[in-house]
């Protein structure tokens, strides 16, 4: 069994491979009803930008509630999930990778979350996805992040093996963490009766402060941090962020 390399993992290896279990693993994997009522309230009714927007998850509720919201994603298997679920075509859908485009707008909420930004496994290119972002923003614009506190998770995936029962099928997730990169890949294997279907993956973990830098190289400065979709207070113990950035000279 082999673990992705850097050879042949594509910006859309992730969401091609998990698009058939997505919704069945991960529907509620982050708090979908807060989310939806934040990103709704902090829009004001205005242009909403979903980054890696999957099979519309979270960007389907918000569309729902009236707001225009867009998704990119760089999975077209996903991106078709998307379009079987969205009857009423109330999300406007672009096949892009976050790092190369992204729609002109103007957006007064771009967002990306769940881990999502995770998914530019470089450095570079999560530079310049926040460029991309901060000149897609309405002057009072905010870009939205969610991930994970690195040093405070207990689930952060470092090396082994650790087995989960998902939605009726037990599967189980490798993993490695390269020491100098900071990067980590895992290969998901999901056993059944048929054999082992294989889902590779691989994130570039950033903490807050390392956030923080990316997006102020870029002119986006902090203007909340909260430990979630609730707004509750983020503190050194917090094992999630939600974290909120305008245009540093707005
Ligand atoms: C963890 S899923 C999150 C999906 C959705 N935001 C949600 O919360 O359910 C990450 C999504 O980001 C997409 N993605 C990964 N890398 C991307 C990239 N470079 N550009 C655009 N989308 C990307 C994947 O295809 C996948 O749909």
Redesign the pocket.
């Known amino acids: 069994m082999e673990l992705p390399n850097s050879v042949n993992y594509l910006?859309?290896t992730?969401?091609d491979a998990f698009a058939d279990v997505y919704d069945d693993w991960?529907q509620q994997v982050?708090d979908v009803e807060g989310t939806v009522a934040l990103i709704s309230h902090l829009s004001q009714g205005r242009e909403v930008l979903?980054?890696?927007?999957?099979?519309g998850?979270?960007a389907l509720p918000i569309a729902s509630k009236g707001i225009p919201t867009t998704g990119?994603?760089?999975?077209s298997e996903?991106l078709r999930r998307l379009k079987a679920r969205d009857t009423s075509k109330v999300v406007k859908i672009h096949l892009?990778?976050?790092?190369e485009w992204l729609p002109v707008g103007p957006f007064k909420i771009i967002f990306c979350?769940?881990?999502?930004f995770f998914?530019?496994v470089n450095s570079a290119e999560q530079e310049q996805c926040l460029q991309l972002v901060r000149d897609r923003l309405t002057p009072d614009g905010l870009f939205i992040v969610e991930a994970f506190v690195p040093s405070n998770y207990s689930l952060l995936p470092t090396r082994g093996v650790e087995s989960r029962h998902l939605a009726n099928t037990t599967v189980l997730n490798i993993t490695i963490r390269e020491k100098v990169s900071g990067i980590v890949r895992g290969q998901s294997v999901e056993l059944g009766e048929s054999g082992a279907v294989l889902r590779p993956w691989k994130i570039l973990i950033k903490t807050p402060d390392e956030l923080d830098q990316i997006a102020a190289r870029q002119n986006l400065k902090l203007v909340e941090r909260w430990q979630d979709w609730q707004q509750s207070a983020f503190t050194s113990t917090s094992d999630h962020h939600v974290s909120v950035y305008a245009l540093a000279n707005s």
């Not at 892009?96 to 790092?99: I, L, V, Y």
Request: proline residues 0%; aromatic residues 10%.
């Open positions: 910006s859309s992730y969401g991960y982050t979903e980054l890696g927007v999957g099979t998850r979270l990119v994603d760089s999975s996903m892009a990778d976050m790092a979350a769940y881990n999502t998914n530019l």
